[in-house]
């Protein structure tokens, strides 16, 4: 039986950049950081893994990884604050949830949700 994600390892042609833009959304770094190869930042009981990738490789789209936050709007506030562009405002979904879409600095796309009450 699957049960949960434990992490998500996303590839950074820069981790110091990287690592930047997940502490400023206020991501709470487990190891590594800035100098290291590998970075882990904790995500509730998961984690949001930074791997260092030289500049000659290459990736395309690769999906989007969906990380639920207790308040969105809050979240969007403080991406814009720390000069991010979201790909829209905060916006409900027929599904149930409330998200805005936001792309790292490496491409890597990052929704972030909360579910509607």
Known sequence: MIETISAITLATHDMRRAVAFYRALGFRMKYG???ASFT????GTSYLNLIAEPENRKWAWW????IHVSDV???YDTAVANNMAP????????WGERFF??????????SFASLLK
Do not use: K, M, Q, W
């Open 63 to 66: 999906g989007r990884v969906i």
């Open 73 to 75: 709007d809050a979240l």
């Open 33 to 35: 950081g800035e100098d």
């Open 87 to 94: 790909e829209a405002e905060p916006r409900n979904a027929d």
């Open 40 to 43: 882990s930042f904790h995500v």
């Open 101 to 110: 879409h936001l792309t790292d600095p490496d491409g890597h796309e990052i």
